[in-house]
């Protein structure tokens, strides 16, 4: 199961991105969601996921107060809002599906798709 993530682009630090993440073929609802990220040098990093319900949520330390996951069944999509961006928040952006019942954790989640690039200038 590959999930497509979109939205990124160009900003300054303190502005805001919407990223989305959108299932095709398939119904997003019936999985979990997580969000990853990963810059240039460094391994990926999990920044948080949403249950299956959209009920539920986690978020890592280094983007919590700052990043909200959201989801709307509805239209096969998975949102990762993200406000206050810092230079430190540059990487791509991918995003991936688990059934695990852990799905707060990171190693749960694979077969990442394409991802999406974020680039906050200082």
């Known amino acids: 199961v590959q999930l497509q993530a979109s939205g990124g682009g160009l900003v300054r630090a303190g502005e805001s991105l919407r990223l989305s993440c959108v299932a095709s073929?398939?119904?997003?609802?019936?999985?979990?969601v997580g969000w990853f990220r990963q810059a240039p040098g460094r391994e990926r990093e999990f920044v948080g996921a949403v249950s299956r319900s959209g009920v539920s949520t986690y978020s890592s330390d280094s983007v919590k107060g700052r990043f909200t996951i959201s989801r709307h069944n509805a239209k096969n999509t998975v949102y990762l809002q993200m406000n206050s961006l810092k230079p430190e928040d540059t990487a791509i952006y991918y995003c991936?599906?688990?059934?695990?019942?852990?799905?707060?954790?990171?190693?749960?989640?694979?077969?990442w798709g394409q991802g999406t690039q974020v680039t906050v200038s200082s």
């Open positions: 073929g398939y119904f997003i609802g019936n999985y979990h």
């Open positions: 991936a599906a688990t059934v695990r019942t852990d799905w707060n954790r990171g190693m749960v989640y694979g077969s």
